[in-house]
């Protein structure tokens, strides 16, 4: 180990309280561990969200479905990327995959990631925009037409039966897209619920709390993203569209927070013999971040505004307002969940007789410089993908247009 | 039927994908990294088809009889002969004309003997530049029966780890001989008579129970303090309280 890396262990000594073991000083999963549920949480959630249209039929959320499945893949894509860095040698990550370990859950990762990018992500994008690359590719200039064209793998067919095929395709990809979206976040559940050994993470709860939290920000991250993005337009945001979409997201808060509730009631109704240092951890280490960020500014608050704003008749501009402020406060809401979990799981002793400190990096390669460019990475992909391809069906601006 | 447009692309960019795969599976990647046996077996023979360096201890042995039985008598008994004189294959088979290699300087001991604070307790290690400075290790000890010229006087001798953390605690001025006692063979063959440790918790009492005599140490009561655990559970005597 590094000099600085010891000295940093060594100043984290004076913030440890009670008895550790010796090898329990160093946090081994660190803030990227912490982002990467965190982006797959979005895209779970983001898909979700766009599967409602496609699926359930609410036509309402239609202006926001492409938008959804743009920032599906662009969070998706960005995924992996803080495992291969806390990889610390990212480079051999290339024997895991020509060495597929078929009973490791972990390993899991990249079968169900291959999977929902490659079967039903990237396929449900390709069908859903076909007909207008098919179009946008006769249209543009050079190179912009042989882009286009290469994407729409130089299909040129945009009679009505094809495109019917292609809405019966995205129909059955979708039904497909769904369970896999839960596979994918809930996976991430499973593997920190599946850890015995600590208590804070062993729970069965713990697949599908991680999974509602999911669909809680996904829905809440497009919802940012469509107002930005209409604002910088200058367009008129769709309010019956605004409004269907957050009461979806006020019942997912609502069936989150009753998970979460009911998790922390059964362990302390349980009260098996790692209450004591969980509830110290609580109301301890994690006293900022889960009671003041995670429930009153990420959940008690935003679940406030939204039932404000849906009991009573405001104007646009003032719900709008309302609900600007509520996602925002649940990303921070949610993102704090998921350092609750990642670090605080690692933050007390396996004596259950002490705490230790997590010492954040800045610069490093697990720092929170890297942990920021990775967060802000998916919405750069993000803009690309909305330059390239239009959120609104050609048809649909051409009639609006009109 | 027809097969509809899009299906035609998507079928050939997944036989794309897959034939990509295979290819590279089945290719491009060497076997022995992906076979069912043992992980790249092929190493083994890479390994095999080097030339040998090493004669091995029973080569030495079968010549200088009289080393090797002295040796094995000593604390070296564990190390092989090519572990301080390096490969000998070479010499083995022409004994005459390769002349083993032997380390003669200042440089080789230290490698083992240095003092390094991860080094087990009682391991024998001195500090180079403070131990008999210029002089070659060889001139008062001998690497084949290794033994110091006089028995250790102090505990710090062997224990300097100890020692050193003990110094900087608030037990600094306690006599090792306070709570070990140490019977004399211990400082000859320090394995064969192992010192005492305290085994109660009355023991520690005896300075920090409310009612012991000495007024300095840190007073508890040892009827509630700690419950069922023994005092060195949580407090490391030899630096207790520790701030790091």
């Known amino acids: ?402 | 039927m027809r097969i509809p447009e899009q299906i035609q692309r998507l079928a050939i960019v997944t036989a794309v994908i897959i034939g990509g795969v295979l290819l590279v599976r089945f290719v491009l990647i060497p076997r022995s990294l992906i076979s069912d046996d043992l992980h790249r077996a092929s190493t083994v023979q890479r390994e095999l088809a080097k030339p040998i360096k090493f004669a091995g201890s029973t080569a030495c042995q079968d010549c200088h009889e009289d080393v090797s039985s002295r040796v094995r008598k000593g604390y070296h008994k564990n190390l092989s002969c090519e572990g301080c004189h390096g490969p000998e294959a070479r010499h083995a088979e022409n004994p005459m004309e390769v002349k083993p290699f032997a380390p003669r300087d200042r440089k080789f001991c230290p490698l083992c003997h240095g003092y390094d604070p991860s080094r087990p307790t009682g391991f024998p290690q001195i500090n180079p530049t403070a131990h008999n400075p210029i002089k070659p290790c060889i001139t008062c000890h001998n690497p084949h029966d290794p033994v110091p010229l006089t028995a250790p006087q102090e505990c710090s001798a062997c224990h300097a780890q100890i020692q050193r953390t003990k110094a900087v605690s608030s037990h600094a001025l306690l006599q090792c001989t306070t709570c070990h006692s140490v019977p004399a063979q211990h400082k000859k063959t320090p394995r064969s008579a192992w010192p005492s440790k305290p085994d109660t918790r009355a023991f520690c009492g005896g300075c920090h129970g409310k009612e012991a005599t000495p007024k300095d140490a840190p007073k508890i009561d040892m009827s509630t303090h700690g419950g069922r655990f023994l005092c060195w559970q949580c407090h490391y005597p030899h630096l207790p309280e520790g701030r790091g």
């Not at chain 1, 920190?192 to 709390?209: D, R, T």
């Open chain 1, 1 to 402: 180990m590094n000099p600085e890396r010891i000295q940093d262990l060594f100043d984290l000594l004076g913030q440890v309280t009670g008895y550790i073991y010796p090898n329990e000083i160093e946090i081994h999963w660190s803030i990227l561990v912490v982002v990467y549920p965190y982006v797959t949480g979005l895209v779970a959630g983001a898909f979700i969200l766009a599967s409602l249209v496609k699926v359930f039929k609410v036509k309402e959320v239609e202006p926001t479905y492409r938008l959804a499945l743009l920032t599906a893949l662009a969070f998706l894509l960005v995924a992996p990327l803080p495992l291969l860095l806390h990889l610390s040698q990212p480079m051999r990550s290339f024997e895991i995959f020509l060495t597929p370990n078929l009973t490791s859950a972990m390993a899991m990762f990249g079968f169900v990631y291959a999977w929902y990018l490659m079967a039903v992500l990237l396929l449900e994008l390709w069908f859903e925009y076909r007909r207008d690359l098919v179009v946008l590719g006769k249209e543009s200039t050079f190179p912009m037409s042989w882009i286009y064209r290469a994407l729409s793998l130089f299909s040129t067919d945009v009679s009505d039966r094809a495109v019917a095929f292609d809405l019966k395709a995205i129909r059955m990809i979708t039904i497909i897209g769904i369970p896999s979206a839960f596979l994918l976040h809930g996976y991430v559940g499973f593997i920190f619920g599946s850890v015995k050994a600590n208590p804070w993470w062993s729970s069965v709860l713990m697949p599908i709390v991680f999974l509602m939290s999911a669909i809680v920000s996904g829905i809440a991250l497009v919802v940012f993203l469509y107002m930005v993005l209409t604002s910088i337009r200058n367009q008129p945001i769709d309010m019956r569209c605004l409004d269907t979409i957050v009461s979806y997201l006020f019942y997912a808060v609502i069936v989150d927070f009753s998970l979460e509730a009911l998790d922390f009631i059964h362990r302390l109704y349980q009260s098996e013999e790692s209450v004591k240092i969980l509830g110290t951890l609580i109301t301890n280490k994690l006293f900022m971040s889960l009671f003041v960020l995670q429930i009153l500014l990420g959940m008690i608050i935003p679940l406030g505004i939204l039932v404000v704003a849906r009991s009573r008749t405001f104007n646009d501009d003032m719900r709008k307002l309302l609900y600007f402020t509520s996602v925002i406060l649940i990303q921070v809401g949610i993102f704090s969940t998921r350092w609750n979990v990642v670090i605080g799981g690692q933050l007390f002793s396996k004596s259950f007789r002490g705490l230790m400190a997590y010492k954040m990096e800045v610069m490093g390669i697990e720092g929170l410089l890297a942990a920021l460019a990775l967060l802000i990475l998916p919405f750069v992909i993000l803009t690309v993908f909305i330059r390239l391809l239009p959120t609104e069906r050609m048809e649909d601006h051409v009639a609006r247009t009109a």
